[in-house]
């Protein structure tokens, strides 16, 4: 009589060594980076100010005071509204001296909130300052580079503001009648910002006076001691720490490529088009050579040891060049006062197209201090890159109609609608066309999509005009007051928007970026590369600003940004474009007031992070498991580390394409969660009261608790200082674990790099409660931080205990993998009302419940599942390996008591110096229930065999002995002697064959190798697959084992395929077992537990995979591999259905079964069985099935545990 124990196991990489384990997964430091041109269409309003003093902005103003006090007619902002935050290069939240000789602000103390005010009567308010002096463009160089630095060196960063206009209307005078405690003076205030070039203003006690002095608009930042500014990165070196202001560009400089177009320094009107500023490229101390591995950066454009940035990086001859040198200092050379922004986004587009520039854009144009590129590099390094535009403009362009396939021809002049003549002969094509646009169709395409064909009121709902010229329409033509309604029958023949219908620009820039979203830019490489656009609108000030889709930007961000998921090449989802669903394209910002350009910014680079890591290059499926009729599948994203929990529903056909729910979209409330975590020594609700104080310490404040529960307002894109997470996507990234289905309630657990443990419910999705292990709450505020590199927190295997097992009870158990070392557990019991009375145990070095843990130089990483069984001893235990990087180094086997966590034995190897034990198998050898025998490899090669048989817990040892020295079972070499490392979980089965030359015999089934260390990827030792015979004795080497080997590889219906040589009769007779070298590919390994499946015959199934650098190809590739388990040798018939016709025969390769197939999702994780079909996901994030020869199954349920055979 047999019985069965069913065990999971791990489902995704196997890994080990801590002390080399990388914060990220080893395939994702490969992946191609983002491409992400900044395209700066600015003219020059944007050297107006930032706070413009428009009506309404900030809400209460009134908008600017027309007459000074003599009565003249000027324009005097006057809405400084002290409680606002003003954003800029001061801290709004800090104080300021004057330095008159160094001519720079020097922070001082803290400024009293709310009102931001200075008590001490010689300073300056940071948030008044910022309010007076920022121009529209300062608030742009701040967001991405961290500020214009006047001085950059080792002691001191100097913040110098963007070159103000000398134009009343675009900057006004500011005006203030008190300004006490935000200067040092009392009384009326003027704030007047032209002077001295742009770069100073003067202060006095009337319109445009000085008498209270002229003042430089520097400022020292990032002084130690003086409160450091939110965006202040340290750079330490020699002992000596340097902090210095960064922007986006710096904070994703290793994980984006940059790149700048912009316009000449020739402001005439007859300039058309934009030129490339600085060609894309890395910016940051690493860059992918052509194999995708990272090296040196020879032209970094940021100092590591200093981050101060390098003023010529790429050898300019005018001494300047670079990225964030030219967002920096562009100012310096003027602004252009014409932006053709649809004639530049062309270019963009001809640039990623690997085509020549267009002559008249550049030829002949003053360049100011940056170079003008004409000759072009090739902006995609490979084919997989996502590319991206991040466009600044306002709705506001000039003269940008000449594109190829303009309506506007020469000839259209004085027709019905059109205008006498078109300024500057800003009509018809380029001279080097692109023939493959034609930018009227790509509009009208628009136009019709957008259904703006049609009557437009001429006067819209802010009381706007919206359009001046409409060819055929004559009582309109440049006629922006006249307050008609209008006929639009063709957008592409719309020009000249309102206000100032003479600046005749177009809609083409919708139409360019619809093209550039959907074309496939580049035939000449694999795959589809497009442009997907973000536009920020900056709105310079006017009365009647255009809005809505009446603005192009926002038809552009719209068109240019969506992503098409049903394929028809339309935004006709809302969930295309408007995820957010606030009724605006997501990848349109409208800069109302300065704070949204920032958050515009920030949302702008956190959805190119989503986007880019969600695409097949940089996500990664982590794990999936079945029941009856659902797939479980965890993801995560690298580009901004997110992650999700998918549920699809699978039948004969396969996986089906759409999730039955996302655990992302079944998050509740933040303050409604249920979210648990043991402080001060007891189980409490996650709430900041509940804490310990030495807990909140560790926080550092109740908003990082707030952000935590999955609150969003204080993120950077929200206007905060907390770092952004994916858009309506709070869960972290779900890497290592595994997901767990437990039927007994429904319920489906896994665990997240958000620091919690997640409980869903399995029909619907939604999240019932969450448990925080406390030795993570000491790192949890890194999350928070908008600086966060990768760490791992709940990143462990989850085993869960059946009623039928515990008396009832439903026990949790989980490690926290690369995490932490340690375990805990938790009474599941009743996962709908879970409270801190369920949180039974913790055991981890540095603290816990169970005192033993606390220190213990044998705990490790746990990587692995560990195993819920009863002992002999009659305790409910749970089994472990001890995992990698502990402080002795050994490997060690844990059994711990299921119910308190308390340590019933260790049982030492012996074997030190970098080891560890794989995750356990168990073998109950007397069919009593209780577990007699324990196997688990470790990282040396060795195969242990535990004897746990007593009822006395003093005889649990090792089953092989040398005096007191515990002795494996065998060693796993390859054939030049080296061990082969073991991190896969050993599966253990009996020969039922009765034919069969071993029948009867005990087998444990395993492959070698390891895929986590910062070496593995690049290690190309050869590793094998095993299949070895315990009969009570060690096997003292490969000289006891039946070789058997890859016969052949080549296609089958379009996938990588191969065959396995075959067993002959009576070759297995006297031998201890098989093995199978992988010689053919370099470096592949099994890292995976082994799946045990009888068909028509038994079947041994395993994932293989086969690390690559490549960067379009996540980590790699792999094989899902099936064998005869009890030789070693091919299958006697066909198993795998690739053509899916229903019939097996006919996979064959060279007339032999198929015996391996690459099913293209990356390196496959452990595969599932559900009815006829194998599902494997892996490192590209999919998830594939196969058709498999099930013939008889033996067994039903919970297919994806592993069968351990219970013998006589």
């Known amino acids: 009589m047999r019985k ?148 950059d060196d080792t002691t001191q960063t100097v913040l110098q503001r963007a070159r103000a206009i000398d134009n009343a209307s675009w900057f006004p005078v500011k005006y203030i009648a008190n300004a006490k405690g935000y200067t040092p003076w009392s009384g009326p205030l003027y704030i007047t910002n032209h002077s001295a070039g742009g770069y100073q203003f003067k202060a006095g006690t009337s319109y445009g006076g000085s008498n209270k002095g002229t003042f430089n608009v520097k400022v020292k930042v990032c002084v130690p001691g003086k409160g450091l500014e939110a965006n202040c990165k340290g750079y330490t070196s020699g002992g000596t720490t340097v902090y210095k202001p960064e922007g986006l560009i710096q904070r994703y400089a290793d994980k984006m490529r940059f790149g700048v177009f912009a316009y000449t320094n020739d402001n005439s009107k007859s300039r058309d088009g934009g030129v490339l500023r600085a060609p894309m490229r890395y910016v940051g ?40 040198n030219y967002i920096n200092r562009f100012h310096r050379d003027g602004y252009k006062s014409y932006d053709p922004i649809g004639e530049m986004f062309y270019e963009v587009i001809r640039y990623f197209k690997k085509l020549p520039p267009t002559p008249e854009y550049a030829a002949g144009a003053p360049g100011g201090s940056f170079p003008i590129y004409t000759t072009w590099n090739d902006p995609i390094q490979f084919s997989c890159q996502k590319n991206f535009v991040v466009a600044i403009n306002d709705a506001n362009p000039w003269l940008d109609k000449k594109i190829p396939g303009t309506f506007f021809t020469c000839d259209k002049a004085k027709q019905p609608g059109m205008p006498a003549s078109f300024t500057a002969n800003d009509c018809g094509e380029p001279s080097n066309p692109d023939s493959s646009i034609n930018v009227s169709t790509l509009t009208q395409q628009v136009g019709e999509m957008e259904g703006l064909h049609t009557t437009w009121t001429q006067i819209n709902a802010t009381g706007s005009d919206t359009v001046g010229y409409v060819f055929g329409v004559s009582s309109n033509a440049g006629n922006c007051n006249n307050g008609k309604s209008v006929t639009v029958t063709n957008l592409a023949q719309v020009m000249g928007t309102c206000p100032y219908a003479p600046k005749q620009n177009s809609y083409y820039i919708s139409g360019l970026a619809y093209y550039a979203n959907t074309t496939d830019l580049r035939p000449d490489l694999p795959g589809k590369q497009s442009l997907n656009s973000f536009f920020i609108d900056t709105q310079e000030y006017s009365l009647n600003p255009l809005s809505g889709n009446r603005n192009m930007l926002y038809l552009a961000g719209k068109y240019g940004g969506f992503t098409d998921l049903n394929g028809n090449n339309r935004p006709d989802l809302p969930a295309e474009w408007d995820v957010d669903g606030d009724g605006m394209p997501d990848n349109y910002v409208f800069v109302s007031e300065p704070s949204k350009l920032v958050k515009g910014l920030e949302r702008a680079f956190s959805n190119i992070l989503e986007k880019s890591g969600s695409a097949s290059n940089v996500t990664a499926n982590s794990t999936q498991f079945a029941n009856e009729s659902l797939i479980f599948q965890a993801l995560f994203n690298s580009g901004i580390w997110s992650g999700d929990l998918l549920a699809y529903p699978i039948s004969s056909s396969g996986v089906g394409a759409t999730p039955t729910w996302k655990a992302s979209e079944h998050i509740p409330a933040p303050s409604a969660r249920k979210i648990y975590t043991r402080s001060g020594g007891n189980a409490v609700e996650f709430f900041w009261s509940n804490l310990s104080s030495a807990d909140q310490t560790a926080l550092g404040s109740a908003d990082v608790l707030d952000f935590l529960r999955g609150e969003r307002s204080k993120e950077l894109q929200n206007g905060g200082t907390l770092r952004n997470r994916a858009m309506n996507n709070i869960l972290g990234d779900i890497v290592h674990s595994s997901p767990f289905y437990v039927k007994d309630t429904d319920t489906v657990y896994v665990g997240a790099n958000d620091g919690m443990l997640h409980a869903f419910n399995a029909s619907s999705g939604e999240e019932l409660f969450a448990y925080i292990p406390s030795a993570l709450i000491s790192k949890l505020k890194n999350l928070s931080q908008p600086t966060y590199t990768h760490d791992y927190f709940v990143d462990g295997d989850i085993v869960v205990s059946n009623r039928s097992q515990t008396d009832g009870k439903n026990y949790l158990v989980a490690t926290l993998g690369r995490g932490g070392k340690g375990l805990f557990g938790l009474d599941v019991t009743n996962p709908n009302g879970f409270s801190p009375v369920d949180v039974k145990w913790e055991c981890f070095d540095s603290g816990g419940t169970v005192v033993a843990c606390n220190g213990d130089p044998d705990l490790g990483y746990m990587l692995g599942r560990s195993v819920i069984a009863k002992m002999n001893n009659g305790d409910w235990a749970v089994i472990v390996g001890n995992g990698y990087n502990s402080t002795s180094g050994k490997a060690v086997l844990y059994i711990f008591d299921l119910a308190t966590g308390a340590v019933i034995k260790k049982i030492d190897t012996g074997v030190a110096g ?25 990282l040396k090669g060795n195969v242990w065999k535990f004897d746990v048989s007593s009822t006395n817990t003093n005889q649990w040892k090792s089953a092989f002995m040398s005096g007191a020295t515990p002795q494996p079972f065998f060693v796993a070499m390859d054939s030049a002697g080296n061990p082969q490392p073991i991190t896969a979980q050993i599966t253990v089965a009996v020969n039922p064959v009765p034919d069969d030359p071993n029948y009867n015999k005990r087998y444990l089934f395993f492959g070698t190798g390891s895929y986590f260390r910062s070496g593995d990827p690049g290690d190309t030792q050869v590793q094998s697959w095993y299949g070895l015979i315990d009969e009570g004795t060690p096997i003292t080497g490969r000289s006891d084992l039946k070789q058997r080997s890859i016969e052949s590889e080549g296609t089958f219906d379009g996938k990588p395929v191969r065959t396995f040589g075959a067993a002959s009769a009576g070759d297995m007779v006297g031998k201890k077992g098989w093995f199978v070298d992988f010689t053919t590919r370099p470096g592949e390994r099994i890292v995976t537990a082994s799946k045990l499946f009888t068909g028509a015959e038994p079947v041994l199934i395993a994932s293989s995979i086969i690390p690559k650098s490549d960067p379009c190809l996540p980590g790699g590739d792999g094989f899902d591999n099936a064998i005869n388990p009890f030789t070693g040798g091919r299958l006697t018939y066909g198993f795998f259905d690739l053509n899916d016709n229903k019939d097996f025969s006919d996979d064959t390769l060279n007339d032999k079964p198929i015996g391996g197939v690459d099913l293209g999702v990356g390196m496959p994780s452990e595969p599932v069985i559900v009815g006829d079909r194998l599902v494997v996901g892996g490192s590209r994030g999919t998830v594939e099935s196969v058709r498999i020869n099930v013939g008889v199954q033996p067994f039903k349920g919970r297919i994806s545990w592993r069968e351990i055979i219970l013998e006589n």
């Open 4 to 151: 069965v124990l069913f065990l999971l196991g791990i489902i995704w990489l196997s890994e080990s060594l801590a002390a080399t384990i990388p914060n990220v997964p080893p395939f994702v430091s490969t992946s191609a980076f983002a491409n992400v041109m900044i395209d700066m269409s600015v003219e020059t309003p944007m050297g107006g100010a930032a706070y413009a003093d428009q009506a309404g902005n900030p809400p209460g103003c009134t908008g600017r005071n027309q007459v000074d006090d003599n009565g003249n007619i000027v324009e005097v902002g006057a809405c400084f509204f002290p409680s606002y935050t003003y954003l800029g290069i001061f801290d709004p939240n800090k104080c300021y001296s004057y330095s008159k000789s160094g001519g720079i602000f020097l922070p001082g103390g803290a400024a009293s909130l709310p009102n931001h005010t200075c008590s001490d009567s010689a300073k300056w308010s940071g948030n008044f300052l910022n309010w007076a002096t920022m121009t529209a463009i300062d608030l742009f160089i701040w967001t991405m580079t961290g500020g214009d630095r006047e001085i």
């Open 285 to 324: 101390e690493k860059q992918m050579d052509a194999s995708g591995n990272l090296v040196a950066n020879a032209a970094k454009e940021i100092n590591p040891a200093t981050g101060q940035i390098y003023p010529n990086p790429l050898g300019a001859s005018g001494g300047w060049s670079g990225v964030i």
């Open 914 to 938: 970098d080891n560890g034990l794989a995750p356990p198998a168990v073998v109950d050898e007397d069919n009593d229930g209780d577990v007699d025998v324990i196997y688990a490899g470790d």
